[in-house]
């Protein structure tokens, strides 16, 4: 299992709220974290996140 942050940490400075804490972050497998890491528009990224949720 990895560790992927929904909202990047890149983005920091576009929240107040620190986003590095466990309600940003999902457990999903290599495969699916790689596929998200790669996904070229949100709605791929919202995809796995979802089939992840869900099984």
């Known amino acids: 299992m990895e560790a ?4 990047p ?11 590095d804490r466990v309600e940003n972050i999902k457990s999903l497998c290599p495969n699916c974290h ?3 890491y790669h996904a070229k528009d949100y709605c791929a990224h919202y995809h796995y996140y979802n089939v992840r949720e869900n099984s």
Do not use: E
Not at 4 to 7: C, E
């Open 4 to 7: 992927h942050y929904l909202v």
């Open 9 to 19: 940490l890149s983005l920091q400075g576009d929240y107040s709220d620190d986003l």
């Open 34 to 36: 790689k596929a998200i």
